[in-house]
């Protein structure tokens, strides 16, 4: 069974760039027709997708978003990895990584999800 892992700083001062990267267990990232995904979700608010990178290296990104926000692998590591620059306390949230299967549609498995914060 797939499982995956994100990591990275917890605390980001404003203005700089929140790094973060997905670790997949039990499963490959270059698996035909997965794709994996980055999604937040701040305090007291909803979901919201940010963007994911496909099975092939594709990328794509929520249009609100795609200004500030960068995705990459590394396939010797089995890791995906998010950058999302300018960073402001608006994108204090919960960050979360999963992946789909077939397509950018029904996200079946979640990691955990890590909080960062944006506070100087």
């Known amino acids: 069974q797939v499982q995956l892992q994100e990591s990275g700083p917890g605390l980001v001062k404003p203005s700089q760039t929140l790094s973060l990267t997905c670790t997949v267990s039990?499963?490959?990232?270059?698996?035909?027709?997965?794709?994996w995904s980055w999604i937040r979700q701040p305090p007291g608010k909803g979901l919201e997708w940010m963007g994911a990178i496909a099975y092939s290296g594709t990328t794509y990104y929520n249009p609100s978003l795609k200004s500030r926000t960068s995705f990459s692998r590394d396939t010797s590591k089995n890791q995906f990895t998010l950058q999302l620059s300018s960073v402001t306390p608006e994108d204090t949230a919960v960050y979360y990584c999963a992946i789909s299967a077939g397509g950018l549609g029904h996200l079946e498995v979640w990691g955990q999800g890590t909080l960062v914060t944006v506070s100087s």
């Open positions: 039990g499963g490959s990232i270059t698996t035909n027709y997965y794709y």
